[in-house]
């Protein structure tokens, strides 16, 4: 029973280790504003705030993570 | 990541405070499991950058992604200060790729001398369809442009406030500071004589 519980223990701990890591995302420097995980929902903020900056140059940057 | 210290070193340069930076992150590569890690967002800090996660890669869809070959990612965009994304993205100003090794081009593209963006003026000639001739047209402001090869395409101009649709011009590039004659004005630091 122990052994059982032990390996339920060690297999959540590992699920909640691999969905820490898939989804739970890093921190902005301070000061920028938190990192917005576009969706197709959310994609116009993305256009917002692109549109909000019209007046001066934008940039935009496409990379990958690793 | 080497784009991403390269784009930290292009805000340092620049002293617009203005200038907004939207920075796009996207999986492309089989180890982009995740979003990015604290210490991979902090590669660019400066408080100008605003930075996203796009997971579904919606962006580069947006821009003309059909398969993975046409991935849109390592990419430097430089867009005008007058362009607006309405239905559609506006044509950038500059674009190309791989950010680590055109972030000069870039940096020049926003023409930070001033600490302002210099709008981009430019003369050239013109050929519109019905083989009227090459004709002058008059200071050119936020005019798209794509390059290739030595041809700048430039697919709708500025000419007495109207756009002109399907106009392909062929330019010369100079690299060269000199001021050639009145068709030909100072581009951020590259100069365009029309044919």
Known sequence: MTARRTVLVLLAAALAGIAWYLYGGGQTPAGQPPLVRLTAANFHELRLAFDAASGAPRVIVMLSPT | ?195
């Not at chain 2, 050929?127 to 004709?135: E, I, K, L, M, S």
């Not at chain 2, 395409?153 to 050639?180: E, I, Q």
């Open chain 2, 1 to 195: 990541m080497q784009g991403a210290s390269a784009v930290a070193r292009l805000l340092h340069t620049s002293k617009d405070p203005n200038i907004r930076v939207l920075v796009n992150w996207e999986p492309v590569i089989a180890t982009d499991l995740r979003s990015p890690s604290s210490r991979v967002l902090a590669r660019i800090s400066d408080l100008r950058a605003r930075q996203y996660w796009d997971r579904e890669r919606l962006l580069s869809k947006a821009m003309g992604e059909k398969d993975r070959a046409t991935i849109v990612w390592d990419v430097i965009k430089v867009y005008d200060p007058a362009a607006r994304w309405n239905d559609r993205l506006p044509e950038p100003v500059f674009s190309d790729r791989p950010v680590v090794r055109v972030i000069d081009e870039a940096a020049r593209a926003l023409s930070f001398d001033s600490g302002e963006v210099t709008r981009r003026t430019w003369s050239v000639a013109t050929r519109a369809g019905g083989g009227a001739g090459w004709q002058p047209t008059r200071s050119l402001t936020s005019c798209p442009t794509k390059l290739t090869d030595d041809k700048l395409h430039v697919p709708g101009v500025m000419r007495a406030g109207r756009y002109m649709r399907s106009t392909h011009v062929t330019l010369h590039l100079f690299d060269t500071r000199a001021v050639l004659r009145s068709h030909v004005v100072r581009l951020t630091g590259i100069f365009i004589q029309a044919v």
